[in-house]
């Protein structure tokens, strides 16, 4: 089984956020910029889960600028199979994301998508649900224990509610986005950090003109 996974490049969570000049967004020139922290929990389920023999192959997933390209070295540098990344130069936003997601989806046919349950630059929570209504796929949101049963093809996760927690079984192919008691992601190795300058794994890179026909 393969699990696909989206990473998102975003201000630093420990950089002090500064307006621009003429109000019109925040300032990310000479910003240091990292993986959006949802995402690197998603990412470190998903390679958890293969190490655990329940999956054969990571796919990262990043869409934005060419310097995406570096926030999807991290993902491989942690352990990731293989790296996609959609060009574009315009905004995103959550719908355009969930819209290439499926394009995506339909290519790799991935068994579970997993996904941050937010970015912390827009806080939006939008994508992953609109993704699986795009697929008409079962999904669990705000994950914080995801069980995975190869032979019966349905994963359990438990998921925070107002009220505690709440336990769904769902089918697979799935949708999940990760809540911050999932796990501890892990740090990249040096060693895998200068593999992954010297371009040791496939990064796939295509601009979204690619996928205009699932844009509309």
């Known amino acids: 089984m393969k699990i696909m996974v989206a990473i998102k490049r975003v201000v630093d ?7 621009k000049s003429d109000k ?5 020139q000479n910003v240091k910029m990292s993986m959006n922290p949802f995402c690197e929990i998603a990412l470190e389920e998903a390679l958890r889960i293969k190490e655990a023999g329940m999956a054969s192959e990571v796919v990262a997933v990043t869409m934005g600028l060419k310097q ?13 199979d293989r790296g996609i990344h959609v060009e574009t130069s315009g905004p995103l936003y959550p719908l355009s994301v969930a819209k290439l997601l ?15 349950k937010q970015a912390i630059d827009d806080d939006c929570n939008q994508t992953g649900q609109m993704v699986a209504g795009l697929l008409n796929w079962p999904q669990g949101t705000f994950a914080s224990k995801v069980v995975l049963d190869k032979e019966k093809q349905v994963v359990t996760v438990d998921r925070g509610v107002d009220g505690g927690l709440e336990t ?49």
């Open 168 to 216: 769904l079984c769902l089918d697979m192919p799935a949708v999940i986005t990760t809540d911050l008691r999932l796990n501890q992601p892990r740090y990249a190795t040096l060693p895998n950090i200068m593999s992954e300058i010297k371009g040791h794994k496939e990064i796939y890179s295509r601009g979204s003109e690619m996928w205009k026909s699932n844009l509309i």
């Open 24 to 28: 019109s967004g925040v300032e990310t």
């Open 68 to 80: 995406c390209v570096d926030t999807l070295r991290t993902g491989l540098a942690m352990g990731a």
């Open 102 to 116: 499926r394009a995506l989806v339909e290519v790799e046919k991935p068994g579970l998508l997993i996904l941050g």
């Open 13 to 19: 969570y420990a950089v002090k956020i500064r307006v």
